[in-house]
């Protein structure tokens, strides 16, 4: 079956760094690989999608670089910031499935001032 | 702005109780989904639904059933709670590109 793997581990950082969080995955590459922010006790917020034949895309602070070969994707958010804590979900969505997704466990980011 | 909203944030029910939890967007979209979430554990699929009145089973679908009467709203329904439903529930719905997801319930079973 499809897996996801996210560091667990909670990702310390200081202010104005940038964060590098990592989402792996096994078997089938998918159509598209999204990023979530999760705020405790909050739904996921939809950050990012990049699609299988992109290997990056960017969002104001935010980049998404997308490996089919290594089946890797790295989230990246350039000049963090406090406000920037909180835990990042990596998901799948395969063609054809009705817009389902599998979700990684996430990592938890704490940018310290 | 899209809204998904989640009829309760908290809910302590009893063993056994049958219990509904309702879900509302107001932005006309065709799929709607239901995750529970626990630690470590990430989000999974419990049901979801391409349109009124279809249904499929996601990933653990066993001990839930749902409901889409209307294009707005998708229930889930806990025919008979039991200690290990204890979990965050999250109802999601998607114009086809990224997910809006709802506050969560989080659901106590005791």
């Known amino acids: 079956s499809q897996k996801i793997e996210q560091n667990s581990e909670a990702l310390n950082i200081q202010e104005g760094k940038t964060a590098t969080l990592t989402c792996n995955y096994t078997?089938?590459?998918?159509?598209?690989l999204q990023w979530y922010r999760q705020d405790p006790g909050r739904g996921p917020v939809f950050l990012l999608l990049?699609?299988?034949?992109?290997k990056e895309k960017r969002k104001e602070r935010l980049k998404v670089t997308f490996d089919t070969t290594l089946k890797q994707s790295l989230f990246h958010i350039t000049a963090s910031q406090p406000a920037d804590s909180a835990t990042y979900l990596c998901?799948?969505?395969?063609?054809?499935?009705?817009?389902?997704?599998?979700f990684g466990a996430g990592t938890r980011l704490a940018v310290h001032p | 702005d899209v809204k998904v909203t989640q009829s309760s944030r908290y809910l302590v029910k009893r063993t056994g109780e049958k219990v509904f939890l309702e879900c509302v967007q107001d932005?006309?979209?065709?799929?709607m989904f239901w995750y529970r979430q626990d630690p470590g554990l990430g989000l999974r699929l419990i049901y979801f639904?391409?349109?009124?009145?279809?249904?499929e089973k996601g990933d653990i679908p066993e001990g839930y059933s749902v409901s889409r009467e209307k294009k707005e709203r998708f229930s889930l329904i806990l025919e008979s709670a039991s200690t290990n439903q204890t979990s965050m529930y999250l109802c999601?719905?998607?114009?086809?590109?990224?997910?809006?997801f709802g506050p969560g319930t989080r659901l106590t079973v005791t």
């Open positions: 639904s391409y349109d009124v009145k279809m249904k």
């Open positions: 998901a799948l969505e395969f063609s054809g499935g009705y817009n389902k997704l599998i």
């Open positions: 078997n089938y590459s998918p159509a598209y």
């Open positions: 932005m006309d979209h065709e799929n």
């Open positions: 999601a719905s998607t114009p086809g590109v990224g997910k809006y």
């Open positions: 990049i699609r299988e034949n992109e």
